[in-house]
């Protein structure tokens, strides 16, 4: 399988590239057992993989070995259960240990980063991110051509081969290390600014993926509002036909109110879909979200696809997860929480922000309303139309992403609401000042 650079706009902590197994005619005679992988960039990139069966993991291991284009010297990861290794081939005894390694976790995935420049090598469980990091190791010489020489012993490392047991699974080669978080807010190339940029603070639009790209030019425009010319009322009609009993916002949330499992109102949301699914997304691939306050999601993924999300009214928050937990639902911490406020945009990419539970706060007064749109990569080859979740016992359930009404038809139906409303007000002022 080659390799291609058609994602290289994507931030340099997720640049993405799918495996690459090596099959030079030198390496036709490995031995059984052993799977070979070669570095797009020498010295640097990340490996991500998994264990598909951990309930037989206990008294084995996985090796992972970074080898010199001549296998004369390398890096050399054996992973088990609570317990990681790592040592250099050329020398008797190991850099370091420590007290983690794979998990029991049928969903857990993990990765392993290589940092010729920094001499740095992390390992991490869940999305390649410093967040889900739990061991870093940093080669260090006692002067600077020690220095140096660690740095050029880590750009001749071109090589992967593992060694494992039978259900190991490599998933991606990501072109460049792990070496600063990644913003969740992104920012337009006219609104960026130097202390943007040095603070780490936003991440440039134009550092999206170009399925991303697109997405964010189609949402993020000054017109792409809710409250518009044909209907400035519309989001205090929405708020109105929330909390009205006949309202069409609110037996809508009743009847869905056992979507998930056990019946519960506050865990329910509603989808209104605008337009018509192409076959690129899973569903169809914009949908206006209304979250009244105290209303959340489970803890769900996104099938794997490219997502930007737009705040257009309230306030959403946002819990991050390293990967979809499978015993219970406090299983797997969240690594990170982030609140969301009117126009401000978040993204998702098939490794990065994939596991997320949203809410709008108990406190909120607002009722949220967020504009959500996805699209599979391009290279995707098979479309996973699923949303996965976790239901009320921790196992891991499936949701198909489906409309509660077409935009076209809400819309005219919270305007009709919100009229009757007002002649309704409109009937009892007059009433009361006869």
């Given at each position: ?99 983690t390694g794979l998990v029991q976790n049928k969903n857990a995935f993990y990765w392993i980063s290589l940092d010729a420049h920094q001499r740095a090598i992390k390992f991490g469980v869940g999305e390649a991110r410093l967040e889900t990091m739990s061991f870093q190791y940093v ?80 949402v993020a425009g000054k017109r792409f509002v809710l409250d518009d010319e044909s209907f400035p009322q519309f989001s205090q009609a929405i708020e109105y036909s929330i909390a009205n009993p006949n309202g069409w916002c609110n037996a809508t949330l009743i009847k869905k109110s ?65 990967f979809l937990g499978t015993d219970d639902e406090e299983s797997v911490a969240s690594f990170a929480v982030a609140t969301f406020s009117k126009d401000d945009i978040t993204w998702i990419s098939p490794e990065m922000n994939q596991i997320h539970q949203l809410k709008n706060l ?73």
């Amino acid at each position: 399988m080659s390799y291609s650079n058609s994602q290289k706009n994507l931030p340099r902590a997720i640049s993405l590239l799918p495996p690459v197994e090596f099959s030079a005619p030198a390496l036709e005679m490995e031995e059984s057992g052993v799977k070979t992988y070669v570095l797009p960039i020498h010295g640097q990139g990340v490996f991500l993989f998994s264990v598909t069966e951990p309930a037989n993991l206990e008294g084995k291991t996985v090796s992972i070995s970074f080898w010199d284009t001549f296998y004369k010297d390398g890096l050399r990861f054996t992973l088990g259960v609570g317990t990681l290794e790592l040592s250099r081939m050329s020398e008797g005894t190991p850099l370091a240990t420590a007290n983690t390694g794979l998990v029991q976790n049928k969903n857990a995935f993990y990765w392993i980063s290589l940092d010729a420049h920094q001499r740095a090598i992390k390992f991490g469980v869940g999305e390649a991110r410093l967040e889900t990091m739990s061991f870093q190791y940093v080669l260090e010489g006692k002067t600077t051509d020690e220095n140096h020489e660690l740095v050029r012993f880590l750009e001749k490392l071109t090589t992967i081969k593992v060694t494992s047991v039978d259900s190991f699974k490599p998933i991606k080669l990501l072109r460049d290390p792990i070496v600063q978080s990644s913003p969740l807010r992104v920012k337009n190339t006219e609104e960026l600014t130097m202390g943007d940029i040095a603070n780490n603070s936003f991440l440039p639009k134009s550092n999206l993926s170009t399925i991303a790209q697109k997405l964010y030019d189609n949402v993020a425009g000054k017109r792409f509002v809710l409250d518009d010319e044909s209907f400035p009322q519309f989001s205090q009609a929405i708020e109105y036909s929330i909390a009205n009993p006949n309202g069409w916002c609110n037996a809508t949330l009743i009847k869905k109110s056992g979507e998930f499992g056990e019946k519960n109102l506050n865990k329910t949301y509603l989808r209104i879909t605008l337009g018509v699914n192409s076959g690129e997304s899973p569903g169809v691939p914009y949908v206006m979200e209304i979250w009244p306050p105290g209303h959340y999601s489970p803890i769900h993924n996104h099938a794997g696809a490219n997502a930007i999300i737009r705040v257009l009214h309230g306030a959403i928050s946002a819990k991050l997860f390293p990967f979809l937990g499978t015993d219970d639902e406090e299983s797997v911490a969240s690594f990170a929480v982030a609140t969301f406020s009117k126009d401000d945009i978040t993204w998702i990419s098939p490794e990065m922000n994939q596991i997320h539970q949203l809410k709008n706060l108990d406190g909120n007064v607002e009722t949220c309303i967020t504009i959500q749109c996805y699209m599979y990569d391009a290279e995707d080859q098979t479309h996973y139309d699923y949303f996965d979740y976790l239901g009320t016992k921790g196992n891991t359930e499936h949701y198909e992403p489906d409309s509660d009404a077409d935009f076209i038809w809400f819309k005219a139906q919270m305007k009709s609401e919100w009229e009757t409303h007002l002649k309704e007000q409109e009937e009892l002022f007059l009433k009361s000042n006869l």
